[in-house]
């Protein structure tokens, strides 16, 4: 190990080394050997743990001033040293005692975090930019440093009690304890060969303003010119959200999205308001372009940073916006709020619950700005969060005009898959006699739109939405209509044509069933308890059978979420419907021997769970009886 001029003989004995937890080892390979496109995000993760750590002593001080006192200017120093080939970020915050060094920087502290760093370890670019969203933002500086020294001091806490802890990435790390005049913390990079870059000033510079222009502190750095000891801010230091709209440039807005949610991508859009009068508070609030990688983690931390008239309180306060906003990036200040508030007094406050209506709202809004304004945008959005905005609209009856506004579907109007439908949309396109806005659900949006179940209505013209998303049946059960048009899902029940259906067709209809009554019988008495009943099809054109669930029966999808927990789904008894035009049934008809006869319906049977995208409960015994039909038909003389 190289030695360490700052260690004190005194305080050498108590020299001790730590391996560090699996997966930080594992994360620390990863940094070094395949991190490195956009290596200068170091910068971004370092100051913003520095700018934390000033935050959070500000925060410790309101009930503990003298925390403050020695040293009340909070503030970042970078400090570069071309020549040894370092970069040190220092700030005077709350700063960490030893035992707080190793569990911190030794340990990755969120849960589930590390497995879903290795889920990314595939796309190592993306990994590299969004480090910070993983909370391990402190072990980015192992991408430009092969050698990395913290020296901190707790606030409270006696100069002789510092830490020094060090580390070469090689799976330990040393801490020792130290004296250091100065409060908070110092992280010093010994740069790799390939990154000395980064102990060059004027490079320094331009990386904190791209980065951290808008963090709440100043960061100051040396005067430009030989040796000079004088410093100067060279960030604006100013909280974004506290200064008037109008003297914002939007590119600010995008760097201190960049900032504040550690990414690398522009948001889609901002909202930033400031409301007075009785309620007092100002919010900024970003739509990310990507989802976040934990979007369907439900224990994951969500939410907006919270402020107390500049003060900042917490990170990701959750009670600010409903669960199906999860993925709005932001910032609140409140002025009415007491400085002390607590999660617990988030949870009951009515004027959260208050501001969290009026955030709901401008996000609402925001996106049915960017929707009617800017479609290719929106498209984005609803690619990536349409499933979560989809809780909404069973979760928020106040809401929920304004999100099934939002709703984009695919359908059999378009002929590609791409969700653009809106259901206004829909309504405007409605035949005359047409009264149901018509949806099917199936695994895929291929499937849904070749299902048999709709073949009858693509041939009348009508419209169908197309839906294959896990949440779609759940959502769908729950709503009812939309402009006073009941949804109908075509693979339930009957069809409901209405006034949609002429008199031909029901004389048509009547005269199948007649013919019918024989084979529909020998079908049902051949298939048993599989089917509840056996009938003439309204539904099918080219297909010879299909089956359908009744209105209120577990469908496909809910089944298969039951079958992810572990947990049960009740048999299902379809119907099944007979397309009695189709050459096949014609032929089922005419079989007289029982077991020719069975073995056919059953084949109709297999076919219709399948084309539902139904598993069957026995493939092979499916292709050995498919195969048996297909011996008998190879034995035939061709004609
Ligand atoms: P995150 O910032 O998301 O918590 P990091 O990996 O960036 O994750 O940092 C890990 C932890 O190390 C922080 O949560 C904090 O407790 C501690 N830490 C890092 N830098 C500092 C600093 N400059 N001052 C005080 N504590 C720090
Ligand atoms: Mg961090």
């Known amino acids: 190990m190289a030695s360490t001029p700052e260690t004190s003989a005194e305080n050498s004995g108590d020299r001790q080394t730590h391996g560090f937890q699996a997966e930080v080892r594992e994360l620390l390979q990863l940094m070094i050997h395949s991190l490195y496109s956009h290596k200068e995000i170091f910068l971004r993760e370092l100051v913003s743990n520095a700018s934390d750590a000033c935050d959070r002593l500000r925060f410790a001080a309101i009930a503990e001033p003298a925390l403050l006192a020695e040293d009340a200017e909070l503030g970042i120093r970078i400090e570069a040293d071309a020549k040894a080939g370092t970069v040190t970020i220092a700030d005077n915050g709350i700063g960490m005692t030893r035992e707080e060094a190793i569990t911190n920087l030794g340990t ?4 589930g975090t590390a497995a879903f760093f290795k889920s990314l370890s595939g796309d190592e670019q993306k990994a590299s930019q969004l480090i910070g969203q993983f909370g391990v933002g402190f072990y980015s500086a192992f991408i430009v440093a092969d050698r990395v020294e913290v020296r901190s001091r707790k606030a409270g806490q006696p100069a002789e009690s510092a830490v020094r802890w060090e580390s070469g990435a090689d799976g330990n790390f040393t801490v020792e304890t130290v ?7 110092a992280v010093t990079l010994h740069l790799k060969e390939d990154a000395k870059e980064f102990a060059d000033a004027f490079r320094l510079r331009g990386l904190v303003r791209r980065y951290s222009d808008h963090i709440g502190f100043p960061v100051r750095m040396r005067k430009e010119g030989e040796a000079t000891l004088e410093y100067e801010v060279v960030n604006q230091a100013r909280a974004l959200w506290t200064l008037p709209r109008t003297q914002i440039k939007d590119e600010e807005y995008r760097q201190f999205y960049q900032y504040l949610a550690h990414d690398y991508q522009d948001p889609l859009a901002w909202s930033h308001n400031k409301v007075e009068g009785k309620r007092e508070y100002t ?10 990688f934990d979007l369907w983690q439900r224990d994951a931390v969500r939410g907006v940073k919270l402020y107390v008239r500049r003060v900042f309180i917490m990170d990701d306060a959750e009670q600010f916006l409903p669960p199906y906003l999860r993925f709005v990036k932001g910032v609140v200040d409140s002025s009415d709020l007491p400085l002390n508030v607590s999660r ?9 619950e208050a501001i969290k209506g009026g955030l709901t709202k401008r996000v609402l809004d925001m996106l049915a700005r960017l929707a009617k304004d800017e479609p290719e945008k929106y498209a984005t959005v609803w690619k990536e969060f349409g499933a979560v905005l989809k809780e909404g609209v069973v979760q928020d009856h106040a809401n929920q005009a304004a999100l099934l506004g939002l709703m984009r579907f695919a359908s059999t109007r378009q002929e590609h898959n791409t969700p653009e439908v809106t259901l206004a949309d829909y309504v405007a396109r409605m035949q005359p006699g047409q009264d149901r806005i018509y949806y099917v659900i199936a695994e895929t949006p291929e499937a849904a739109r070749g299902s048999p179940a709709i073949e009858r209505l693509k041939e009348r013209n009508l419209e169908v939405l197309l839906l294959s998303e896990r949440i779609d049946e759940w959502v769908m059960g729950q709503l009812t209509e939309f402009e006073g048009k009941r949804f109908k899902d075509a693979s ?11 008199e ?28 509840t009943e056996v009938r003439v099809s309204e539904r099918l054109r080219e297909s010879p059978a299909c ?19 572990g947990q049960k789904a009740p048999e299902p008894h379809p119907v ?14 005419g079989r007289r021997d029982a077991a020719e006869f069975g073995e056919l319906a059953q084949l109709l049977y297999d076919q219709a769970a399948l084309a539902e995208g139904t598993q069957l409960p026995n493939p092979p015994e499916y292709v050995a009886r498919l195969n048996r039909l297909l011996v008998r038909l190879a034995a035939t003389p061709a004609s």
């Open 547 to 565: 089956l359908v669930l009744g209105e209120d029966d577990m469908g496909e999808q809910m089944r298969r979420i039951l079958a992810a927990a």
């Open 179 to 185: 004296t250091r005049p100065e409060r908070g913390t």
């Open 492 to 502: 339930r029940g009957a069809l409901e044509l209405g006034g949609l259906a002429s």
């Open 283 to 292: 919010s900024l609030l970003f739509l990310p372009a990507k989802a976040p």
């Open 108 to 111: 990755i502290a969120r849960s």
């Open 576 to 589: 099944m419907e007979l397309n009695v035009t189709h050459p096949l049934v014609k032929y089922l008809d």
């Open 504 to 531: 031909a067709d029901r004389k048509a209809h009547d005269e199948q069933l007649k013919e019918s009554k024989g084979l529909l019988k020998r079908v049902k008495d051949s298939l048993g308890e599989r089917v």
């Open 344 to 352: 617990e007094i988030l949870q009951q406050d009515p004027e959260v």
